[in-house]
């Protein structure tokens, strides 16, 4: 049962655009949601993270919107960049300890 | 470098072999989990441990896997009589809190595993 969801497989960006990156959760008692990066034969990056009773965080070009009504998050890359491309993982989790993982989407910054 | 180390790197077996996985946690980090990545798939949580405790098994396969965090030494994930469908990257992460505190884990490069 895949409780965090990311419907978008691959999405391509023009360099300087904004990225968009979406992801849908099942679970209504997730209360930590995060951002990972992930390049080819490395482990995951920790990018930016949001608790639940915020709405919004903000880290340089990188933005995470929490929708919790609709159980949705996107993280906003803005400008986008070459080196941005990789595969990002959004991840939830209600106890900090067992993080659930989307099934990535892979960026293209095509420059 | 201070981060999450694993190795080997690559890991090559025969069916029926075992397979010994290491991870070595971000200095000062007592919580160490376990996750599996099969192709085209995304993380899959196997497990969870303190210092000598598994605190959180849920993930892991009933069979054939067990995993320990000694006092002393690495994380160890091991699989016994490996099959075809064992054939993945496993990823170990680190955090410095466990319940009730909020901090993201920290992942190392992963053991690709492939059984032949």
């Known amino acids: 049962d895949q409780q965090v969801k990311q419907n978008s497989p691959s999405l391509s960006v023009q360099e300087g655009r904004i990225s968009i990156l979406n992801c849908d959760y099942t679970n209504s008692m997730f209360d930590y949601f995060l951002w990972y990066k992930k390049y080819p034969a490395e482990g995951p990056t920790f990018l930016i993270s949001?608790?639940?009773?915020?709405d919004k965080n903000e880290d340089g070009r990188f933005t995470v919107f929490l929708n919790k009504s609709a159980k949705h998050l996107s993280l906003h890359i803005v400008p986008s960049q070459p080196g941005d491309s990789a595969v990002y993982f959004c991840?939830?989790?209600?106890?900090?300890?067992?993080?659930?993982f989307g099934t990535g989407t892979s960026l293209t910054v095509i420059p | 470098n201070a981060g999450v180390m694993q190795n080997p790197r690559h890991l090559v077996r025969r069916r029926g072999q075992e397979a010994r996985l290491r991870c070595s946690p971000v200095?000062?980090?007592?919580?160490v989990y376990w996750y599996r990545q099969l192709p085209e798939e995304g993380l899959k949580f196997m497990v969870y441990l303190q210092k000598e405790n598994i605190i959180d098994e849920s993930g892991m396969p009933k069979e054939r896997f067990s995993a320990e965090f000694p006092k002393e030494g690495p994380s160890i994930l091991r699989i016994q009589q490996v099959v075809r469908g064992d054939s993945a990257a496993y990823f170990c992460?680190?955090?410095?809190?466990?319940?009730?505190?909020?901090?993201?884990?920290?992942f190392g490069d992963g053991t690709r595993l492939s059984i032949l």
């Open positions: 949001i608790s639940s009773i915020k």
């Open positions: 992460a680190s955090s410095s809190t466990g319940t009730g505190v909020y901090q993201p884990q920290h």
């Open positions: 991840a939830a989790s209600n106890t900090g300890n067992q993080f659930y």
């Open positions: 200095k000062g980090h007592s919580h």
